[in-house]
Nanobody, 120 residues
Framework: QVQFNESGGGWKQPGDSLTLSCAAS????????MGWHRQVPGGHRELVAV???????TVGDSCLGRVRISSDNKKNTVNLQMTDLKPEDSAVYRC??????????????WGQGIQVTVTA
């Protein structure tokens, strides 16, 4: 099984910046895509940003221009920096990893999630 260590959430004010960090671990884990998604209660999960092994990034429409993402695939870690936070950024943010574990097929793995609340 894959475990996630997620950090960086909490209470923020509009205009603040945010850094989310994630480290995935598991015996024989090899990732080729990592990043973050977010979800509000009763809502759909939406993409924040992901980065591939080659360094290509994809950013969700709601976060365009406000995020930077980087990863170290050798360590199975990913960092996300978001600027100019808005109340609508409030959500549970979940770390995401796509990869393989020894003896398994390719799969997607999800962290347990951390709360980000943006309010004045």
């Amino acid at each position: 099984q894959v475990q996630f260590n997620e950090s960086g959430g909490g209470w923020k004010q509009p205009g603040d910046s945010l850094t989310l960090s994630c480290a995935a671990s598991g015996s024989g884990l090899s990732t080729y895509l990592m990043g973050w998604h977010r979800q509000v209660p009763g809502g759909h999960r939406e993409l924040v940003a992901v980065v591939s092994l080659s360094g290509r990034t994809t950013v969700g429409d709601s976060c365009l221009g406000r995020v930077r993402i980087s990863s170290d695939n050798k360590k199975n870690t990913v960092n996300l920096q978001m600027t100019d936070l808005k109340p609508e950024d409030s959500a549970v943010y979940r770390c995401y990893a796509a990869g393989t574990v020894d003896g398994t097929s390719r799969a997607e793995y999800w962290g347990q999630g951390i709360q980000v609340t943006v309010t004045a």
